[in-house]
DNA sequence: ATGACTGGTGATACCAGA
């Protein structure tokens, strides 16, 4: 049994006391962590060393985004793509060594999109479409089970935001990026974990705003996935939410999302 | 419906997040 965890962590170095708690009480072998904030040399390695995770592949940089791959069991750097050409650290790709010898795990954070859904408009939300294109034609040529999981800052289902008719000018939910991720999807025929362990239309938000009117009202969004080959999907025998973390002091607006595989 | 948030920074205003 294999257990991998994904977390947009907001700033490892400010809530490493709450990734200790988290890594403590779920106890997964891969950790996944989206939005660092900081660059490696100053990564908390020493305080994962202390809690057994002792085998690390780190893409960071100064003060924005980064993703970094924690484990307990070996792995190595398989890859580092960068998807919208642009220099930014948001992806990092890991092959697994021992028990689970070459499953690959892809952790990848895709860029907000900024304000405005229109490419003329917002570069941002440009360069987003541009980055899901890059990994179509990636996940186009994939020729091995991956798990590819992380912040895709998009909610594609109806029941994954909730208001759905409200957020479909609302940057994450709009019509445009939801087809662009399903091309993605059909790329390579992932399996959305999330849905195939928590079907449609339960509830099942990964994101709530810092700012307080929507998350007293749980107006959350699914913005973070894992999402499986075909043949590794039919290997996951457990998923959940650990939603709590949300209600921590001075959390992540992210909450980790957790899966056992029986590999 | 969404303003009243949060983190990082050669920073004590601004950019970015989503």
Not at 61 to 73: D, E, F, L, M, N
Not at 206 to 233: F, N
Request: net charge negative.
């Amino acid at each position: 049994m294999v257990t991998i965890a994904t977390w947009n962590i907001n700033s490892v170095r400010l809530r490493m006391g709450q990734v200790e708690r988290f890594l403590s009480e779920q106890a997964p072998d891969v950790l996944c962590l989206q939005e660092i904030k900081t660059r490696e040399e100053l990564f908390p390695h020493a305080a994962f060393e202390a809690l057994g995770y002792t085998h690390r592949v780190v893409h960071g940089q100064k003060g924005y985004h980064g993703v970094a791959t924690v484990s307990r069991i070996p792995l190595r750097e398989f890859s580092r793509h960068d998807w919208q050409d642009n220099g930014e650290a948001r992806h990092v790709g890991v092959e697994l060594l021992g028990p689970a010898k070459g499953l690959v795990i892809e952790n990848v954070y895709i860029p907000a999109g900024g304000d405005v859904p229109d490419r003329e408009a917002n570069v941002k939300f440009g360069q987003k479409l541009d980055f899901l294109g890059r990994m179509t034609r990636w996940a186009d040529a994939l020729d091995r089970p991956t798990l590819i999981l992380g912040d895709f800052n998009i909610a594609p289902l109806d029941c994954d935001v909730y208001d759905h008719k409200a957020l479909l000018k609302v940057v994450s939910h709009t019509p445009v990026e939801v087809e662009t991720l399903g091309a993605f999807r059909d790329a390579h025929g992932w399996v959305d974990l999330g849905r195939q362990h928590i079907p449609a239309p339960e509830r099942n938000y990964s994101w709530w705003s810092y700012r307080s009117y929507w998350r007293e009202k749980d107006q959350g969004r699914r913005l973070d996935h894992m999402w499986a080959s075909p043949e590794l999907a039919r290997e996951s025998r457990a998923h959940r939410i650990v939603e709590e973390t949300r209600r921590w002091d001075q959390p992540s607006d992210h909450v980790p999302l957790v899966t056992e595989f029986s590999i």
